[in-house]
């Protein structure tokens, strides 16, 4: 299972991340930083084999308090073509 790990402070690194989720066998963590539109945005992304542990670590670690600032996890999801989250068969015509 892939987790979203988001709202993380810019300087988070991937030992933090790894910390902060815990050391589980088979476990990949990564940090991608992103600089939009002159503001910054960091998260982590942690893959892991379980279903059952991702789903556990999205339940304790949804809405924690990290280096103060509230995280938001969840599955993560990766987006279509053009970047769309819109499902394509609701809405088949792409942004303008």
């Not at 991702?54 to 993560?76: D, P, Q, S, T």
Request: glycine share 8%; proline share 2%.
């Amino acid at each position: 299972m892939e987790i979203f790990v988001g709202n993380l402070p810019r300087n988070t690194s991937v030992l933090d991340l790894r910390k902060l989720i815990g050391e589980i066998d088979n476990a990949r963590y990564r940090i991608i930083r992103c600089d939009r539109n002159g503001s910054s945005a960091c998260y982590g992304h942690a893959i892991v084999q379980s279903h059952d542990t991702g789903k556990a670590i999205i339940e304790r670690l949804n809405g924690h308090e990290f280096k103060e600032r509230r995280l938001i996890v969840r599955r993560f999801m990766y987006r279509t073509d053009h970047h769309e989250r819109r499902c394509r068969m609701v809405f088949p015509v792409g942004w303008n």
